[in-house]
């Protein structure tokens, strides 16, 4: 086919402007180098071809390896619409003929050849001639680009010059292609990098997180007790727990506000979300805004790199704000701002954050006085204080002290490796007699120390004597007067003796006392009541415990 041209080349060749055709070739080299996107790129090749060649139709097709097709990322002037979302077979018609031989194609006359990949459509798309080429970087072919021009028809077709030039472009186009296939390849690894480097920060605070939830969770998981006052207490949280009503929790230091905001959140819908417990007590005044709120990098001397806040890292989930009322002023400020807009602004930042959290708050302090000196803001404790929830001090639950008692004693024991699994009637004593400033907190902190001191098995009433803490002198009842629980405690042993011990069924000590027999067995259990152990005449010992 190229013999036949390259016969008549010269003279065609002789009357181009060949200045002003490689001032067109070097405008367009220039031009491929603005563009790192294929888009642009293909962009910049068709204007290239209507300035080198006067094309008034041209297009250009790229190879889908994935979909193994052609298809048509940019085509110009009339009869573009026959390209306009081609997606064809690589080796059908002329540009397939031209995308898998590798060679250059000239189809003088479009309406006299049948070749075509949609023979009576190219036929009314009012092109004249073609003139196609592929576009191959190194050893593959990347697409094919045609055009048509007035310069070329079945007397004058293109010459060598003309074919060199075409290929020269298309050479150049190719790799223009090819690089932005690489940078935009190159950028999708950056991204999906710092994607991957921005998971494994926020992955590495979460674990930092839960492990430090598990730790913290992990030594006492359960509201203990059955007290009238702690019940309403608990019934409250878990009527609230549904929902994402705000809650305060109010309270001495120690009685288990943080507990409590576990049994919450455990409860609500967020609860595979995570719980996040802040003491705002413990935060140093300069750096409550970025631990709550975060900060960005560079955003103060230290700031190396992006830090998320409490409140982003609680996202979904539950953050815990205990001790809320030492907060100072501007922090409650912008605490305020967040409960109200559900959004944080890190500090150095212009742009803020969406958080969906729910916030439990607690206070031991009394906020209304708190706001009467000014301490408190009104409009933050409104905010906060939608649900309260009054947790009762150990001395309002004495009830409770034993079944704590053990509780603890079991729990320390346990993770001392100790044989300690009871508590001695006189110890319990001791333990109820106490007025527990410290609340549950300090009831946890001599318990541990009673275990380690125990020798046997059961708690004595020395080793609660000589437990760090316990240096107030016990309660004692005016004389003549026992506490409920040494009447309780009375009445159910003198019950216990006048039936021989026998605690269930017809004339048995539930029935003289008037109660179930499963509700007295508690009530031994709960007072530290055992049926005393005699030996038998034949050296074995009888006792039920009962």
Not at 70 to 96: K, M, N, Q, Y
């Amino acid at each position: 086919m190229w013999s036949d041209l390259a016969a008549h080349s010269e003279p065609a060749a002789s009357q181009d402007g060949s200045g002003d055709v490689e001032a067109a070739l070097v405008r367009a080299a220039r031009a491929l180098t603005t563009h790192l996107d294929v888009e642009g790129v293909c962009g910049a090749v068709l204007d290239a071809v209507a300035d080198v060649f006067g094309a008034s139709s041209s297009w250009m097709l790229l190879y889908d390896t994935g979909a193994r097709k052609l298809r048509t990322v940019a085509s110009r002037g009339h009869g573009c619409e026959l390209f306009d979302g081609l997606t064809i077979a690589p080796d059908i018609g002329i540009l397939g003929l031209a995308f898998t031989s590798g060679k250059v194609v000239f189809v003088p006359s479009v309406k006299d050849d049948d070749r075509w990949f949609d023979v009576p459509r190219v036929h009314h798309a009012g092109l004249k001639s073609v003139f196609t080429l592929p576009l191959i970087a190194g050893t593959e072919t990347l697409g094919v680009i045609g055009l048509d021009s007035p310069r070329f028809d079945q007397d004058r077709r293109p010459t060598e010059r003309d074919i060199s030039r075409f290929e020269a472009l298309a050479a150049q186009a190719a790799i223009a292609i090819a690089n932005a296939r690489l940078y935009h390849a190159s950028e999708d690894d950056r991204r999906r990098l710092r994607a991957l480097v921005h998971e494994q920060h926020r992955l590495r605070r979460q674990v930092t997180h839960l492990e430090a939830h598990v730790k913290a969770a992990g030594g006492f998981k359960e509201i203990v007790g059955g007290s009238p006052a702690l019940n309403a207490a608990v019934t409250q949280a878990a009527l609230a727990a549904p929902g994402d009503t705000t809650i305060l929790l109010l309270g001495e230091t120690g009685t288990g506000k943080e507990l409590l905001a576990r049994f919450i959140h455990e409860r609500s819908a967020r609860a595979q979300r995570p719980f996040v417990p802040v003491n705002c007590a413990a935060l140093p005044e300069t750096l409550v805004e970025t631990e709550l709120f975060g900060h960005e990098k560079g955003a103060f001397t230290g700031a190396i790199a992006r830090k998320p806040g409490q409140f982003e890292i609680a996202r979904g989930g539950t953050i815990f704000l205990d001790e809320i009322g030492d907060l100072p002023r501007e922090a409650q400020a912008k605490l305020l701002r967040v409960l109200q807009d559900r959004r944080v602004r890190r500090l150095g930042s212009t742009q803020s954050v969406e958080v969906d959290v729910r916030v439990v708050a607690a206070t031991n302090h009394d906020l209304e006085a708190a706001i009467s000196a000014k301490q408190f803001r009104a409009d933050l404790y409104y905010r906060i204080s939608v649900f309260p929830i009054l947790l009762p001090p150990l001395r309002d639950r004495r009830e409770d002290i034993p079944e704590l008692a053990r509780y603890f004693t079991v729990h320390f024991a346990t993770k001392l490796r100790k044989t300690v699994h009871d508590v001695t009637p006189a110890a319990l004593q001791r333990l109820q007699a106490y007025d527990w400033p410290g609340n549950i907190r300090e009831l946890q902190n001599v318990m541990e120390r009673a275990v380690i001191l125990t020798h046997g098995t059961a708690v004595e009433p020395d080793a609660i004597a000589t437990a760090p803490g316990f240096h107030h002198e016990p309660v004692m009842p005016p004389p003549g007067v026992v506490t409920l629980a040494e009447a309780e405690r009375r009445a159910i042993l003198a019950a216990l003796r006048a039936t021989q011990w026998r605690v269930s069924g017809n004339g048995g000590a539930a029935a003289h006392l008037g109660l179930k027999a499963t509700t007295l067995h508690a009530k031994m259990k709960k007072l530290g009541i055992r049926r005393p152990v005699v030996p038998a005449p034949d050296g074995w010992q009888h006792g039920s415990g009962r």
